[in-house]
């Protein structure tokens, strides 16, 4: 293609605080009775003041703070002016100037996305459209929500860097513990800035704005359908008008909702009830120290470390990084098997092993019960401690691998003690050279034509009796012992 796309990003983040923005009331995104959760300030009485939310103030910090923005010494908040039925006040509070934060970036596959600036604001209510009604109704139990908005500098290179720019950010709130930034349910809504120009050209093309962008695959289709209209039409020789369009998901189509001349002047001004922040300043409300301590590892260090420090593939330490308390889970467990090896004076060089097992059965079957059952590691009955016990006991070959199976469903279950079950369920792994021998010879015995089939050169019948050993032990015999005997015994 001759054209290369220059994309920038505007997110909005709805923040997880008790109340809202500006009033005392309940910030509940999941109330279903319309209009509970309001009062006198955030249906815009007149007359009424706002007084500022310091948590949500503090959330927006640490999310600048985890993406290396600069906090502003000063920063204040602005009337954004425009009428709406969702916005009783005929204005919005957000930030204009001043925003609490600038800078900083996020790092995607290696490539640093800078990010312009993260300021605070409030939400709207939302209109609802009755089936059928030839009326409006509006609930205003979103309105004064706080919303976080981050802006990125026009630097994203394709319609999928910019999939994984949100998909980090997410991640990121989420870890931070700011929002629940579920897309589906309007936590978190992306809008998308793209232009083209031909490869090499220093200037920028003409923009176009694509609003209310409600799920990493609508963020990724969108773009990728504007990139090749605009090449469309600038290859026609026509020209490319600054608008905002919207994007039709059952269409997989951008249409247009507004062109720049129909844009709105917001006629920004400072609010005149909320009084200038000092967001640095020693002594003051807000200790960003602090807040910078509070932050926790992030999933990119989280990555890195489980790759050098656990030695997990990049895949394996990739899912762990997406998933704080199944990442938690797993250091705890290693930490118990690191113990275990001390306390028994094992060769430290086997904890590597153990930890390599442990991911794969964290990663394998244990995500399989938990996916299976809709849960989440926070509410799994098993322990640390009994999970370290069992891979101890896979690792002592004291349970076969088809046994384990067993032993975690039945922990899962139960939340039970792997020796416990062990003996319950009669699991142990047979290594016992008598009885295997006897198993062994019994199999030999019975199936001569598969003996003489091995003996004149077809290996594949070993396997044969392999299984029939195995089925004969009712799959407890160790394997590895089974497998041994029998090319002893066949020569
Ligand atoms: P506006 O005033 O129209 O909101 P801004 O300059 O504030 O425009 O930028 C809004 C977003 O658009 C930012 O994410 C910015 O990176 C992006 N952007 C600006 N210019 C372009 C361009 N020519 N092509 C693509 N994105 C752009
Ligand atoms: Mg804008
Ligand atoms: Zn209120």
Same mark, same amino acid.
């Given at each position: 293609?001759?054209?290369?796309? +220059?994309?920038?990003?505007?997110?909005?983040? /709805?923040?997880? *605080? #008790?109340?809202?923005?500006?009033?005392?009331? $309940?910030?509940?995104?999941?109330?279903?009775?319309?209009?509970?959760?309001?009062?006198?300030?955030?249906?815009?009485?007149?007359? %009424? &003041?706002?007084?500022?939310?310091? @948590?949500?103030?503090?959330?927006?910090?640490?999310?600048?703070?985890?993406?290396?923005?600069?906090?502003?010494?000063?920063?204040?908040?602005?009337?954004?002016?425009?009428?709406?039925?969702?916005?009783?006040?005929?204005?919005?509070?957000?930030?204009?100037?001043?925003?609490?934060?600038?800078?900083?970036?996020?790092?995607?596959?290696?490539?640093?996305?800078?990010?312009?600036?993260?300021?605070?604001?409030?939400?709207?209510?939302?209109?609802?459209?009755?089936?059928?009604?030839?009326?409006?109704?509006?609930?205003?139990?979103?309105?004064?929500?706080?919303?976080m908005e981050?802006? %990125?500098?026009?630097?994203?290179?394709?319609?999928?860097?910019?999939?994984e720019f949100?998909?980090?950010?997410?991640?990121?709130? !989420?870890?931070?513990?700011?929002?629940?930034?579920?897309?589906?349910?309007?936590?978190?809504?992306?809008?998308?800035?793209?232009?083209?120009?031909?490869?090499?050209?220093?200037?920028?093309?003409t923009?176009?704005?694509?609003?209310?962008?409600?799920?990493?695959?609508?963020?990724?289709?969108?773009?990728?359908?504007?990139?090749?209209?605009? $090449?469309?039409?600038?290859d026609?020789?026509?020209?490319?008008?600054?608008? *905002?369009?919207?994007?039709? $998901?059952? /269409?997989?189509? *951008?249409?247009?909702?507004?062109? #720049?001349?129909?844009?709105?002047?917001?006629?920004?001004?400072?609010?005149?009830?909320l009084?200038?922040?000092?967001?640095?300043?020693?002594a003051?409300?807000?200790?960003?120290?602090?807040?910078?301590?509070?932050?926790?590892?992030?999933?990119?260090?989280? !990555?890195?470390?489980?790759?050098?420090?656990?030695?997990?593939?990049?895949?394996?330490?990739?899912?762990?990084?997406?998933?704080?308390?199944?990442?938690?889970?797993?250091?705890?467990i290693?930490?118990?098997?690191?113990e275990?090896?001390?306390?028994?004076?094992?060769?430290? =060089?086997?904890?590597?092993?153990?930890?390599?097992?442990?991911?794969?059965?964290?990663?394998? @079957?244990?995500?399989?019960?938990?996916?299976k059952?809709? =849960?989440?590691?926070?509410?799994?009955?098993?322990?640390? @401690?009994?999970?370290?016990?069992?891979?101890?006991?896979?690792?002592?070959?004291?349970?076969?691998?088809?046994?384990?199976?067993?032993?975690?469903?039945?922990?899962?279950?139960?939340?039970?003690?792997?020796?416990?079950?062990?003996d319950?369920?009669?699991?142990t792994?047979?290594?016992?050279?008598? @009885?295997?021998?006897?198993?062994?010879d019994?199999?030999?015995?019975?199936?001569?034509?598969s +003996?003489?089939?091995?003996?004149?050169? #077809?290996?594949?019948?070993?396997?044969? &009796?392999?299984?029939?050993?195995?089925?004969?032990?009712?799959?407890?015999?160790?394997?590895?012992?089974?497998?041994?005997?029998?090319?002893?015994?066949?020569?």
């Amino acid at each position: 293609m001759k054209y290369e796309p +220059v994309i920038g990003m505007e997110v909005h983040i /709805e923040l997880k *605080t #008790k109340s809202k923005m500006f009033c005392s009331c $309940a910030n509940n995104p999941d109330e279903i009775q319309p209009n509970k959760n309001i009062c006198p300030v955030c249906i815009g009485y007149p007359g %009424t &003041l706002p007084v500022a939310n310091k @948590e949500a103030i503090e959330d927006t910090i640490k999310t600048a703070l985890a993406l290396g923005c600069r906090i502003a010494e000063h920063s204040k908040f602005d009337r954004k002016n425009y009428f709406y039925p969702d916005l009783p006040k005929g204005y919005q509070i957000s930030q204009y100037d001043q925003p609490i934060s600038e800078g900083g970036f996020l790092e995607i596959n290696g490539r640093k996305i800078n990010i312009t600036r993260i300021h605070l604001e409030e939400d709207t209510g939302k209109l609802v459209h009755p089936n059928g009604a030839n009326y409006s109704l509006v609930d205003l139990n979103r309105a004064g929500t706080p919303l976080m908005e981050l802006v %990125t500098e026009p630097e994203i290179k394709s319609s999928q860097e910019a999939k994984e720019f949100c998909r980090q950010l997410q991640l990121i709130v !989420k870890y931070l513990g700011v929002s629940d930034a579920d897309m589906e349910k309007g936590h978190m809504r992306c809008e998308a800035n793209i232009s083209i120009k031909l490869v090499g050209q220093k200037e920028f093309g003409t923009k176009v704005e694509i609003k209310n962008l409600n799920s990493f695959r609508a963020v990724e289709r969108s773009i990728e359908y504007e990139i090749k209209r605009q $090449a469309e039409v600038l290859d026609d020789g026509g020209k490319i008008v600054q608008e *905002t369009r919207g994007w039709n $998901a059952d /269409e997989q189509k *951008t249409y247009s909702q507004r062109k #720049k001349e129909e844009a709105h002047d917001y006629r920004y001004f400072p609010e005149p009830d909320l009084p200038p922040l000092n967001l640095t300043k020693k002594a003051g409300l807000f200790d960003v120290e602090k807040i910078r301590e509070s932050i926790p590892e992030l999933p990119l260090f989280k !990555k890195n470390r489980f790759i050098n420090q656990y030695k997990l593939t990049e895949e394996n330490a990739r899912i762990f990084s997406e998933d704080k308390e199944l990442a938690n889970f797993f250091e705890e467990i290693v930490s118990e098997l690191r113990e275990w090896i001390k306390a028994k004076g094992i060769d430290g =060089n086997r904890l590597d092993k153990l930890t390599k097992l442990t991911a794969n059965y964290i990663l394998t @079957e244990l995500q399989r019960l938990l996916y299976k059952n809709g =849960n989440s590691v926070v509410d799994c009955s098993i322990t640390a @401690e009994n999970f370290a016990e069992f891979i101890s006991l896979i690792n002592e070959g004291k349970i076969s691998s088809s046994g384990a199976q067993v032993m975690l469903s039945e922990m899962y279950k139960t939340g039970g003690d792997p020796s416990n079950i062990l003996d319950e369920k009669e699991l142990t792994q047979v290594s016992d050279e008598s @009885e295997i021998e006897r198993i062994v010879d019994e199999i030999i015995k019975n199936n001569q034509k598969s +003996v003489d089939d091995y003996k004149s050169g #077809k290996k594949v019948a070993l396997k044969f &009796l392999m299984g029939q050993a195995m089925k004969e032990s009712k799959g407890k015999a160790n394997p590895q012992v089974v497998g041994e005997m029998l090319k002893r015994k066949l020569g």
